[in-house]
Antibody, heavy 117, light 107 residues
Framework: QVTLKESGPGMLQPSKTLSLTCSFS??????????VSWIRQPSGKSLEWLAA???????YYNPSLKSRLTVSKDTSNTQVFLKITSVDIADTATYYC?????????WGQGVMVTVSS | DIQMTQSPASLSASLGETVTIECLAS??????LAWYQQKPGKSPQLLIY???SLQDGVPSRFSGSESGTQYSLEINSLQSEDAATYFCQQHHDYPYTFGAGTKLELK
């Protein structure tokens, strides 16, 4: 059974660095072709793809945010991380991680992040 | 970036009816199009990928089609549980992009 779960700080102040963790089970990120992505969704709005990391450690970023994003994975291939630097109010959203095989077939429940002073 | 123009933004239909939601890609995405259903407070659920392939466990009343760069999601015999927001997404090239969403309301 494939499951993913995001965790994060809930709330943080502008200009800080947001750190998110995606913990997953039911698949291994060391399997050829496997990818885990991060996607976010401001309340009431559409979805925005942020970043991805594949089984080989290759990383992909949304060019609109690339300078602020860092995606990584742990050596056991059961967790993926996302850091977003210099957050502001526009980064307030629900953040999802999802498994990517062809497209996003399994999603986590999401973690809501609020940027506020 | 590939732009996905989704329409309509909202629609209202009755139980048993058939509805169609459309997405227009700004360039050829070679059938690399997915549809998701999202209910309030929940994460998106994959319905269709590769324009017309039904994800395992998804009812057959959902179907996808394409004509050039125009992609459609058809829902037949609407059920109450189909009330949700639907998103299209191109999975042809990074950065993957989504449509703005269509909110389906059941009368």
């Amino acid at each position: 059974q494939v499951t993913l779960k995001e965790s994060g700080p809930g709330m943080l102040q502008p200009s800080k660095t947001l750190s998110l963790t995606c913990s997953f089970s039911g698949f291994s990120l060391s399997t050829s072709g496997m990818v885990v992505s991060w996607i976010r969704q401001p309340s009431g709005k559409s979805l925005e793809w942020l970043a991805a990391i594949d089984w080989d450690g290759d990383k992909y970023y949304n060019p609109s945010l690339k300078s602020r994003l860092t995606v990584s994975k742990d050596t056991s291939n059961t967790q993926v991380f996302l850091k977003i630097t210099s957050v502001d109010i526009a980064d307030t959203a629900t953040y999802y991680c999802a498994r990517l095989i062809t497209t996003f077939d399994y999603w986590g429940q999401g973690v809501m992040v609020t940027v506020s002073s | 970036d590939i732009q996905m123009t989704q329409s309509p933004a909202s629609l209202s239909a009755s139980l048993g009816e058939t509805v169609t939601i459309e997405c227009l890609a700004s360039e050829d995405i070679y059938s690399n199009l997915a549809w998701y259903q999202q209910k309030p407070g929940k994460s998106p659920q994959l319905l269709i990928y590769d324009a017309s392939s039904l994800q395992d466990g998804v009812p057959s009343r959902f179907s996808g089609s394409e004509s050039g760069t125009q992609y459609s999601l058809e829902i037949n015999s609407l059920q109450s549980e189909d009330a949700a927001t639907y998103f299209c997404q191109q999975h042809h090239d990074y950065p993957y992009t989504f449509g703005a969403g269509t909110k389906l309301e059941l009368k």
